[in-house]
Each structure stands twice: as structure tokens, then as C-alpha cells.
């Protein structure tokens, strides 16, 4: 079992930056894929990054590439996403999300855990 609780999220103008974190419980996150994916109002949740259990291997969604960076710490439970040059299009509520496979997963079907979700929204 894994619980996950995200923070970090708020409210910023276009171009800023933001970092959202996820802190996990359970002694067993290093096996775990960790994702992180959003959802819009009135559309359906999609992936936006995620990271294998060693980190060793990230994938991104392609409309986040060379903005928003993936990592985690296994030694904190902690699984981060930074966030650059946020645009209007990136309000969401975000969710922190656990896959046992261990591989980067990209798909919401894949995914065990999911976090309660942390506003995302930015002002033009």
C-alpha cells in the first residue's frame, strides 16, 4: 500500500515557474514508477511526466518537453516535478501517481496509487 499526498501547487502568471512535490509513504517506493499526470476541467486526465523506479529512465507528454523536469529521491520517499515557463494551458489539478510495473508508465490504467491532486492554475 502506498499513500501519496502532493503540495506545491497555487496559482502564477504565465512564464513562472513552480514545483510540485509528492511525498510518499510505504517502504517500498523505490520499486515503484512514479508519473505525474492532470486533469482539465471538462477533459480527461493525461499523462505529463513520469520516472522509473531507479530514475534512471524518464518520459515526458510532448507538450511539457524542455519545460518541466521529473525527479525523484528514493532515500526521501519524494517524487518532484518542476515547472518552467508555465502557459495558460498547463491549469490543471495534478495528480502524483505510483505504478508497481517499475517502468515508466504513460497510461492511466497502468497506474496502482494515485494522490489527491494539487491545483494548478495560470493566469495570461
Known amino acids: 500500500q502506498v499513500q501519496l499526498v502532493e503540495s506545491g501547487g497555487g496559482l502564477v502568471q504565465a512564464g513562472a515557474s513552480l514545483r510540485l512535490s509528492c511525498a510518499a509513504s510505504?517502504?517500498?517506493?523505490?520499486?515503484?514508477?512514479m508519473g505525474w499526470f492532470r486533469q482539465a476541467p471538462g477533459k480527461e486526465r493525461e499523462f505529463v511526466a513520469g520516472i522509473s523506479w531507479s530514475g534512471g529512465s524518464t518520459d515526458y507528454a510532448d507538450s511539457v518537453k524542455g519545460r518541466f523536469t521529473i525527479s525523484r529521491d528514493n532515500a526521501k520517499n519524494t517524487v518532484s516535478l518542476q515547472m518552467n515557463s508555465l502557459k495558460p494551458e498547463d491549469t490543471a489539478v495534478y495528480y502524483c501517481?505510483?505504478?508497481?510495473?517499475?517502468?515508466?508508465?504513460?497510461?492511466?490504467?497502468?497506474?496502482?496509487?494515485w494522490g489527491q491532486g494539487t491545483q494548478v492554475t495560470v493566469s495570461s
Open positions: 501517481a505510483a505504478a508497481l510495473s517499475g517502468k515508466v508508465v504513460v497510461t492511466t490504467f497502468e497506474i496502482d496509487y
Open positions: 510505504g517502504r517500498t517506493f523505490s520499486s515503484y514508477a
